[in-house]
């Protein structure tokens, strides 16, 4: 990627918006700025899918994340997002405090940090060096 290409943002699905609020605003500590939908029609056309959507933007300085309200459920894959988090260890006792399982893996003589949120979304994450 060049040193100009930046991630504008990073789209996920979701069922269940009170538990979006929870992950995004609660766990990453973002903050929910803006709400939109998409109509039937245009969530068809861009996705396939034809249903009214309800999308909801949280976000910070440097990160946004559009979550989709959806009941369609997604299979698991290789798709994750990678995050970089201030402490590691409040992360982790956030994501205890409320609910969420971590899934620290050893290779190659290093811890590597995932967490599931409450849509089954994957995160990889990072400690900010």
């Given at each position: 990627m060049s040193e100009n290409t930046k991630i504008q943002h990073v789209a996920l699905n979701y069922q269940d918006k009170e538990k979006a609020d929870l992950f995004f605003v609660k766990v990453l500590g973002l903050k929910l700025k803006k709400t939109f939908?998409?109509?039937?029609e245009l969530a068809k056309q861009i996705f396939g899918l034809k249903e009214r959507v309800l999308a909801l933007s949280y976000e910070n300085k440097n990160t946004r994340f559009e979550v989709f309200i959806t009941e369609q459920l997604t299979e698991n894959r290789f798709e994750h997002t990678c995050i970089i988090v201030n402490n590691k260890e409040?992360?982790?006792?956030?994501c205890k405090k409320h609910g969420l399982q971590i899934n620290l893996v050893k290779k190659d003589g290093k811890t590597y940090l995932f967490v599931r949120d409450f849509s089954n979304n994957l995160y990889e994450v990072k400690e900010k060096q």
């Amino acid at each position: 990627m060049s040193e100009n290409t930046k991630i504008q943002h990073v789209a996920l699905n979701y069922q269940d918006k009170e538990k979006a609020d929870l992950f995004f605003v609660k766990v990453l500590g973002l903050k929910l700025k803006k709400t939109f939908a998409l109509t039937p029609e245009l969530a068809k056309q861009i996705f396939g899918l034809k249903e009214r959507v309800l999308a909801l933007s949280y976000e910070n300085k440097n990160t946004r994340f559009e979550v989709f309200i959806t009941e369609q459920l997604t299979e698991n894959r290789f798709e994750h997002t990678c995050i970089i988090v201030n402490n590691k260890e409040d992360f982790i006792q956030r994501c205890k405090k409320h609910g969420l399982q971590i899934n620290l893996v050893k290779k190659d003589g290093k811890t590597y940090l995932f967490v599931r949120d409450f849509s089954n979304n994957l995160y990889e994450v990072k400690e900010k060096q």
